[in-house]
């Protein structure tokens, strides 16, 4: 059946709604992180030949397929079902603030690609799909109206966004690859926590719903 009603409603239930607000900022620190560590990449490897970079880039791209078909298959189901949805959020943040921080003491290109390997592997195997699980705790009308409202406006708006914060932090404010590392690192945190949060409140109302599942079924 069509879904009725006015086609703003989105951006009006998104507006209302905290765990809509947390869904947001999850995507948005994501989108943090991920333009932190590619302009950081992509400055390191300014130097090197354009052959050299393509390599380097296919390279990342093979292991990152690789390790996303193989997470998914044999890890992210079972995190999910027997370490929870607030481990399985925090997952990626974690080993990336981790990164973060070997990147501010080590500041090469070798930590950076790890780092962007990690970062992209993580999200394809684990972030993505326990963040779409997060959609179905909102009831059908508010899920199709306000995803495409954190899809389109934060997604694709923190990118623009943390785009030109990088270009203000590096030119602007002339900080080097080692405290931008530190800023991620924080960044990473606080998208850390949020899952948390975010996997928690998911808990909390399938919990709530499965009580009241069982208390109005009918005794056979």
């Known amino acids: 059946a069509a879904l009725g009603g006015n086609p703003f409603a989105g951006f009006s239930a998104f507006r209302r709604n905290r765990y809509l607000w947390g869904i947001a900022l999850f995507i948005f620190l994501y989108t943090t992180i991920s333009s932190f560590v590619y302009f950081e990449?992509?400055?390191?490897?300014?130097?090197?030949?354009?052959?050299?970079?393509?390599?380097?880039?296919?390279?990342m791209d093979l292991v990152v397929n690789t390790l996303t078909v193989l997470?998914?298959?044999?890890?992210?189901?079972?995190?999910?079902?027997?370490l929870g949805l607030p481990f399985t959020l925090a997952s990626v943040p974690v080993v990336i603030c981790a990164g973060m921080l070997l990147l501010a003491a080590a500041p090469v290109v070798a930590v950076v690609v790890v780092v962007q390997i990690a970062r992209r592997a993580g999200n394809?195997?684990?972030?993505?799909?326990?963040?779409?699980?997060?959609?179905?705790?909102?009831?059908?009308?508010?899920?199709?109206?306000?995803?495409?409202?954190?899809?389109?406006?934060?997604?694709?708006?923190?990118?623009m966004l943390n785009a030109w914060a990088f270009?203000?932090?590096?030119?602007?404010?002339?900080?080097?690859?080692?405290?931008?590392?530190?800023?991620?690192?924080?960044?990473?945190?606080?998208w850390g926590l949020t899952g948390i949060y975010l996997g928690r409140h998911f808990e909390r109302e399938h919990g709530q719903s499965a009580a009241s599942t069982a208390t109005s079924a009918p005794n056979s």
Not at 132 to 156: C, G, H, N, Q, S
């Open 124 to 159: 394809y195997a684990i972030s993505r799909p326990a963040r779409e699980m997060l959609f179905t705790a909102v009831d059908r009308e508010t899920r199709f109206k306000a995803k495409p409202v954190i899809d389109i406006v934060v997604y694709r708006g923190g990118d």
């Open 41 to 59: 990449l992509k400055n390191l490897l300014a130097d090197y030949s354009e052959g050299r970079r393509a390599q380097i880039w296919a390279s």
């Open 167 to 190: 270009t203000a932090l590096t030119q602007g404010f002339g900080l080097g690859m080692a405290a931008l590392a530190v800023i991620g690192a924080g960044v990473a945190a606080c």
């Open 71 to 82: 997470i998914a298959a044999f890890a992210t189901g079972r995190m999910a079902n027997h």
